[in-house]
């Protein structure tokens, strides 16, 4: 099954900033992909499909790119409420998590 | 609204078993996939189980086959996962999610504390 690796571990940016995280598979998944955001305490939420679809009710400031074996997840007009874990996802082959990006609006 | 309310969760010696359970409301729950996902400081996710929405198909990541059995109760809304020979690396809070066998998991729980240890 492929392996995700996250990049960067850590981002720190201030409010009103845009983020880039990204995400690289072993092996090409195509975009059977998604992207997801963790609070403290909370579960995660779905964010992204199929690389590139907002999921319900995610607002067009998260959007995602890529296919094959590069993924990108941008986040524009950063708001205090964005930091958060995020975590990538494929779900070509079997089904696998990167081990996530943390992300700190200061 | 969709819910997914888990249970189940202890404290278990290594060796033991357990049966968690998740409780869905808010969909038609027959009709769509559920899975297990798990989560640790060190390991972070990592998708334990999932099956459609008929039970007809299942699968397993390799780190529980032949340990864990997943199921479902349609007439119940109700998704299950029974562990045996549990180890202290199955120590994770492990959540019901909506979806997640060939698609992502558009719906998580809140999770329940597995914990395998003497």
């Known amino acids: 099954e492929p392996g995700l690796t996250q990049s960067p571990v850590t981002l720190s940016l201030s409010p009103g900033e845009g983020a880039t995280l990204s995400c690289r598979a072993s092996?090409?998944?195509?975009?059977?992909f998604a992207w997801y955001q963790q609070k403290p305490g909370q579960a995660p939420r779905l964010l992204i499909h199929?690389?590139?679809i907002r999921a319900t009710g995610i607002p067009d400031r998260f959007g995602g790119s890529g296919s094959g074996t590069d993924f990108t997840l941008t986040i524009s007009r950063l708001e205090p409420e964005d930091s958060a874990v995020y975590y990538c996802q494929q779900y070509a082959r079997s089904r696998t998590f990167g081990q996530g990006t943390k992300l700190e609006i200061k | 609204e969709v819910q997914l309310l888990e249970s189940g969760g202890r404290l278990v010696r290594p060796g033991g078993s357990l049966r968690l359970s998740c409780a869905a409301s808010g969909f038609t729950f027959s009709s769509y996939a559920m899975s297990w996902v798990r989560q640790t400081p060190d390991k972070g996710l990592e998708w334990v189980s999932g099956l459609t929405g008929s039970g007809n198909s299942i699968d397993y990541a390799a780190s529980v086959k032949g340990r864990f059995t997943i199921s479902r109760e349609n007439s119940k809304e109700t998704l299950y996962l029974q562990m045996n020979s549990l180890r202290a690396e199955d120590t994770a809070v492990y959540y019901c999610t909506r979806g997640g066998y060939s698609g992502p998991s558009t719906d998580w729980g809140q999770g329940t504390l597995v914990t395998v240890s003497s």
């Open positions: 199929g690389a590139s």
């Open positions: 092996q090409s998944v195509s975009t059977y």
